[in-house]
């Protein structure tokens, strides 16, 4: 779990300093702001998945009866074996 959330992390952190910088580097010179903005919308599709993998560790915790912080726990050390 703490894998996909730095994946998502890590990938909204790239894609908005590379939209940014490409927007620097291009003839038609966009402006920057923009560019920006416009790399937020491409990164919602990841926080999408970061909000559906977290809801589905609640439910299946909530389920079984665990509570969050020992979902976590769980998660860690099957990441370990």
Partial sequence: MLDIINF????GIFNVLFFWYASTKMS?????????????????PLSFLLIGV???????????????????????QEELQ
Avoid: H
Wanted: hydrophobic share 50%.
């Fill in 54 to 76: 977290y809801t589905t560790m609640l439910i299946y915790a909530a389920k079984t009866g665990s509570s969050e912080d020992a979902m976590w726990e769980y998660m860690e």
């Fill in 28 to 44: 038609s010179k966009l402006d920057p702001v923009k560019t920006l903005i416009v790399s937020f919308v491409f990164s919602i």
């Fill in 8 to 11: 998502v992390a890590l990938s």
